[in-house]
């Protein structure tokens, strides 16, 4: 009798560990590309059938690499069929690495163009259509980025960034051709004493580009801002540049 039940346990415990290794070996939603030694993931929004290519693209600037539910929990929430990106550029960096580091800067914007002309040449996306966007530091990069080579880009999408980096400040004519967001909220407190210049960079920014946007939410903090992110990226789908011309990329 103990032997028959012996084996009815083990065989329940087989079952469970099958169970949880099924669970586990789940595929993602998200596919990997490597660039340069780059490892950066993408994924498809509102993709049933047909051709992937020319979509529009949204990069998304971040770190740490392997926080696959941030580019994830954007997957199937756009109005129209997107390709989303999870660059993985600042995936190297430390946490107290300065934003407006020069010396790191002009390292990151030049392997970015290797990053973006290998997403180019892999997923033949819309050239008319490519956003970046990012949030908190790395929102501060897609925006340098974005202002760095405002021929490439549609347009940014800045989430609880600030706007006092040179690489911005002085870039704020790159604004008339990149329609660009910069959601915050009143009650950040990461950089409290710099909220007047943020106004008025935000002021630059509207009277530049009628489409572009200076978001001050009431009552919001730092992190909060995160659940505004899919609203303006949504916002943001709708604008294009001209045709590109081979010269431009």
Known sequence: MRERYFIVFVMLMLLVTSFCGCRQAKPSSLGSITIDGVKSYYA????ESG???GLPVVIIIGRPVGRRESAERFVDQFDESVLLVWCGLLNDLSGDTL????TVWQGK?????????GYKDHFRFDERRVYLTGFSSAGVYAWMLAYDRPNLYSGVVAMSAVSYPEQIQQNLESSESVVTVVVRGQNDAAFPKRLAQERETGRVIES???HSKFVLKQGEDHGSIEEYWLQYLNYML?????DVSPSDS
């Open 208 to 210: 530049r580009n009628p």
């Open 51 to 53: 051709s992937k290519e």
């Open 109 to 117: 914007r030049q392997d970015f163009l290797t990053q973006f002309k």
């Open 238 to 242: 709708q604008f294009s540049k001209p």
């Open 99 to 102: 934003v407006d580091d020069n």
């Open 44 to 47: 498809y929004s509102n993709i």
